[in-house]
């Protein structure tokens, strides 16, 4: 396989691996429902994918530079929903 369908593949994979996460990030905005979200779990895969990116520029990758960018800012969103919702949450107890 030449390098143009090596990176087709990259981008169905892309694709599919991105789009992944915006059910979860839909159902947690409509919801504000974290408690399921570990933060420490999305801190690590934030940070994986940041170096992910990175090694696609390294290897001038389009899929993965593609892929991780937008993947940054999916894990982004959770990452923020996760302090908001659950800092509104506490505060919403601590009044009860």
Same mark, same amino acid.
């Given at each position: 396989?030449?390098?143009?369908?090596?990176?087709?593949?990259?981008?169905?994979?892309?694709?599919?691996?991105?789009?992944?996460?915006?059910?979860?990030?839909?159902?947690?905005?409509?919801?504000?429902?974290?408690?399921?979200?570990?933060?420490?779990?999305?801190?690590?895969?934030?940070?994986?994918?940041?170096?992910?990116?990175?090694?696609?520029?390294?290897?001038?990758?389009?899929?993965?530079?593609?892929?991780?960018?937008?993947?940054?800012?999916?894990?982004?969103?959770?990452?923020?929903?996760?302090?908001?919702?659950?800092? @509104? @949450? @506490?505060?919403?107890? @601590?009044?009860?």
């Amino acid at each position: 396989m030449g390098n143009f369908q090596i990176e087709i593949i990259g981008l169905i994979a892309g694709v599919l691996t991105t789009a992944a996460f915006l059910p979860q990030i839909y159902k947690t905005w409509k919801t504000k429902d974290v408690s399921a979200l570990s933060l420490p779990m999305l801190i690590l895969f934030f940070v994986g994918i940041v170096l992910w990116l990175v090694y696609g520029i390294y290897i001038e990758s389009l899929s993965m530079i593609l892929a991780n960018a937008i993947t940054i800012v999916s894990a982004f969103f959770l990452i923020y929903f996760k302090l908001t919702y659950q800092s @509104k @949450k @506490k505060r919403t107890d @601590k009044i009860s």
